[in-house]
């Protein structure tokens, strides 16, 4: 089983950067897609940014620009860069890790990590 554990979030003012990282337990972490994903309150959880297996990226319109995924497969680890944060940007951050169709495994949600954007 996969366990991811995020670190990074606190608080910050407009303009300003966050870098999170999520951190997965298990040796199969590279056939993974990882994505990262947020919920502000009475709010739907949102997809943030996404990264395959292969390094396909993929990312909402509204952080599109200010926001870059990556992945270190050596470090079992999974990055958010975050620049120019707005208000809008407050949520809880969730990372997620999903299997390939063809690997007969469940996906798995860390805890999630707040960012808050305020002055």
């Known amino acids: 089983q996969v366990q991811l554990v995020e670190s990074g979030g606190g608080l910050v003012q407009p303009g300003g950067s966050l870098r999170l990282s999520c951190a997965a337990s298990g040796s199969i972490f590279s056939i993974y897609a990882m994505g990262w994903y947020r919920q502000a309150p009475g709010k739907q959880r949102e997809l943030v940014a996404a990264?395959?297996?292969?390094?396909?990226?993929n990312y909402a319109d509204s952080v599109k620009g200010r926001f870059t995924i990556s992945r270190d497969n050596a470090k079992n680890t999974v990055y958010l860069q975050m620049n120019n944060l707005k208000p809008e940007d407050t949520a809880v951050y969730y990372c997620?890790?999903?299997?390939?169709?063809?690997?007969?495994?469940?996906?798995?949600w860390g805890q999630g990590t707040q960012v808050t954007v305020s002055s």
């Open positions: 990264i395959t297996s292969g390094g396909s990226t």
């Open positions: 997620n890790a999903d299997p390939p169709s063809w690997f007969n495994a469940l996906s798995y």
